[in-house]
């Protein structure tokens, strides 16, 4: 909600299921399974089959495709993240944007929080769901992107020190975050590309 509204703020684009979308395509694989893929951290059954087909073993799986190797997966996001960051700029919403493009003086890495509860109320009251359905999802997305970024990048996703801004959305308005981060965009960037 506010990642949209923050590029439509600035007159930049989104990218959140447009990213998969295009590994995919470069990648030669289902989109269904570029889905499946995103800012997952693949099973221990999924990393052992791919170290069993790098050996040079006779029983070992041969011809493991990009769905069976998860590091090539991430490594084509990241040439994606680089190329909106290297050209046009951009909104990003999750994907490890924020360890990717750190260090970039054009971006700004956002994070929104706030008490776990509220949000779960407010998504619910929002979307018309029940809470425990949404509190189920909250608690698997939060925890499969938490998985992908200490698999891959050994950090926690709500470690401060990958930010420069966090805000609590359930203190202050979701209307006033949009705001927020747009200014802080322009005032940091210069440019008005930034990665929430």
């Known amino acids: ?6 590029a ?20 030669a694989m289902p989109l269904e399974e570029a889905a499946a893929q ?11 089959a791919r170290a069993f087909a790098n050996m040079a ?14 590091d090539k997966f991430r490594a084509e996001t ?20 924020m360890l990717v ?20 109320a407010r998504v619910a009251e929002r979307e018309g769901l029940p809470e425990d359905e949404v509190r189920a999802m909250q608690r698997e997305t939060d925890g499969a992107r938490d ?8 950090v926690r996703q709500d470690d401060p020190a990958l930010y420069d801004l966090v805000i609590d959305s359930i203190v202050i308005p979701l209307e006033t975050c ?3 981060i747009a200014t802080a965009a322009d005032a940091a960037t210069g440019t008005g590309r930034l990665s929430p």
């Not at 073993?57 to 998860?70: I, W």
């Open 8 to 27: 439509e703020r600035l007159g930049l684009a989104f990218f959140d299921r447009a990213i998969p979308a295009t590994v995919a395509r470069r990648l």
């Open 57 to 70: 073993v006779p029983m070992a799986p041969q011809d493991l495709g990009a769905a069976d190797d998860p």
């Open 38 to 48: 995103d800012e997952k951290a693949p099973s221990t059954w999924a990393r052992l």
């Open 78 to 97: 990241e040439r994606i993240l680089h190329q909106i960051a290297d050209t046009t700029g951009g909104v990003v919403l999750g994907r490890g944007a």
């Open 147 to 154: 998985h992908f970024l200490r698999l891959f990048y050994r």
């Open 101 to 120: 493009l750190a260090g970039r003086p054009d971006v700004l890495r956002v994070r929104l929080d706030g008490d776990v509860e509220s949000r779960v």
């Open 1 to 6: 909600m506010v990642g949209p509204a923050v």
């Open 178 to 180: 949009t705001e927020l």
